[in-house]
């Protein structure tokens, strides 16, 4: 079946450090894939997505661009933040009719300051 | 416009009493989701209701049961709480059931079964 497999945390930066959290997947077909987001006490928010080979989804500085030779959907910021701490969500959908988001486990970032 | 919105925040349970968790959004969707996220393992899915009157099964549907209300409301009832539903859970709503709409969550529930 869909699997997203991201590296495992927790992750500790200072600011303005370049940010990379890995996310590879094992899917049929033609997946999107997504990153989301989870600040401390709220619930998941779409950061960016890529809906087939070659795209590059961004937003607030974070980049992404789905590889699919790699089978992966690397996150990336240049200088990250303090208020970019939070746990990111790789997620995957295979658009073959079920609808289904299937999530990775989750990387906490921490941005010290 | 509050979004999407879940209550309790909280809650402890002893195991074999029953709870129903509340959800409602105002952004007019069509479809809902309730997920569960536990440690290690993401999120995964509980319920959906692709859209008003209609519910299937997620990935982890035992044990639990849902309603969905009416277009804004969709409830998720645990009938005997064991403590391997200890878990948080979060309530999702888009305006389809289509991946390419973005899925908007709740704050989430933090239930605890003893």
């Known amino acids: 079946g869909d699997s997203v497999t991201q590296m495992e945390g927790p992750v500790t930066l200072s600011e303005e450090a370049f940010l990379t959290i890995n996310c590879t997947y094992t899917?049929?077909?033609?997946?999107?894939l997504f990153w989301y987001v989870q600040y401390p006490g709220e619930g998941l928010q779409l950061l960016l997505k890529?809906?087939?080979?070659?795209d590059k989804g961004s937003n607030k500085g974070f980049e992404a661009t789905y590889r699919k030779e790699t089978t992966s959907f690397h996150l990336e910021k240049g200088s990250v933040q303090v208020s970019d701490s939070a746990v990111y969500f790789c997620a995957l959908s295979n658009n073959f009719g079920n609808e289904k988001l299937t999530f990775g486990t989750g990387t906490r970032l921490t941005i010290i300051p | 416009n509050a979004g999407v919105t879940q209550t309790p925040k909280f809650q402890v349970l002893k195991t074999g009493q029953s709870m129903t968790l509340q959800c409602a959004q105002d952004?007019?969707?069509?479809?809902m989701y309730w997920y569960r996220q536990d440690p290690g393992m993401g999120l995964r899915l509980i319920y959906y209701?692709?859209?008003?009157?209609?519910?299937d099964k997620g990935e982890v549907p035992n044990g639990y049961n849902v309603s969905r209300l009416n277009k804004r409301e969709f409830s998720l009832r645990l009938e005997s709480a064991a403590p391997s539903q200890t878990s948080v859970y979060f309530c999702?709503?888009?305006?389809?059931?289509?991946?390419?709409?973005?899925?908007?969550f709740g704050p989430g529930t933090r239930l605890t079964v003893t």
């Open positions: 952004m007019n969707h069509n479809s």
């Open positions: 209701s692709a859209s008003e009157g209609t519910t």
């Open positions: 890529a809906t087939k080979a070659d």
């Open positions: 999702a709503s888009s305006e389809a059931h289509r991946t390419t709409y973005e899925q908007y």
């Open positions: 899917a049929t077909g033609y997946p999107s």
